[in-house]
């Protein structure tokens, strides 16, 4: 495995990070544990939950794999803030009384005392941002989160978090913006990836593999076993499956086939050879399947190659 800090900061986090989307809904207990523990293997650092992952049960299922494998430690740990799972509705809260409520519970149903990341998701108007900031810098002061980040705001928003957050003087800053990055999304290149240069902030890449679509599968057709064939699903996959992405799809198995890898290693190597990608972020049907992405961290992509990906999926 090979590791990146994230941003400008000390925080290290490997380059493939585990997310746990599906727990709780396509991986049951069992599963959950058998991934944390290929992910361990592999030398894997950093996994992403949130609150409302599996309608709140993937960090049930994380708490217990974590508690029962006793190795917390050699994990960072990254969940989101500002919106929790309320009688099976959503309820988004980024008040400060909110915040350090739902902070507690995550980390009672984590079965940790701290958090290594905690990425504020939500931005909400009704609520006076030095508020929410406030909660958020009692949280490293506190000891329950070591770095704060945020996950999914626009450029803006982001600038004006890392900006405000200064003010608090917690000795840290914002150090990291989640959002979706991948060869057939690349909206974040217009204003979100300039704006986190200039900050000296990481960037974390969810949806790495374009839902699964940059993998090939979809090129002859939709798997019975693949998430758009479930209704639940096909919604998140059916919008990358349009001509625009086929083409990119097109040219990734090519690139793939002369540099006799898979499709998905070329679509994580290409993220790597971005200097601000920390980590990128995938969800994994099977332990094997985590062991099959770690081995993309050995893949190098020719300039040549990621220059032409570059072009074709810019078009797109």
Known sequence: MQFRRVGNSG????????????????????GALD???AFHDVGGTLI????????????????SSL???KVRDRFVIASRAGVAMNAGQRIVDVSRSGLIRQLDATLATLQTSYLDLW?????????????TLSAMAFAISSGRVRHIGVSNLSAWQ?????SEFESFRTGVSVVSSQSEYS????RAEHELVPALKHQGMGQIACAPLGRGVLTGKYRTGIPADSRAAHADWEPYVSAYLGAESTRVVEAVTRAADGLGASSAHVALAWLWAHEQVASAVVGARTPNHIAELAAAVNLDIPEPIVAALDDVSREA
């Open 158 to 162: 982001t600038m004006l978090v890392a």
């Open 35 to 37: 991934q944390l523990k």
């Open 119 to 131: 990425q504020l998701d939500r931005w909400d108007t009704s609520v006076p941002l030095a508020e």
């Open 48 to 63: 992403d939950s949130s609150p409302i992952y599996g309608s709140g049960k993937a960090q049930e299922l994380l708490g």
């Open 67 to 69: 508690a029962s494998s």
């Open 11 to 30: 925080l290290s986090v490997s380059i493939l990070g585990l997310g746990t989307l599906g727990w709780g809904t396509q991986v049951d207990e069992y």
């Open 183 to 186: 060869l057939v999304q690349r």
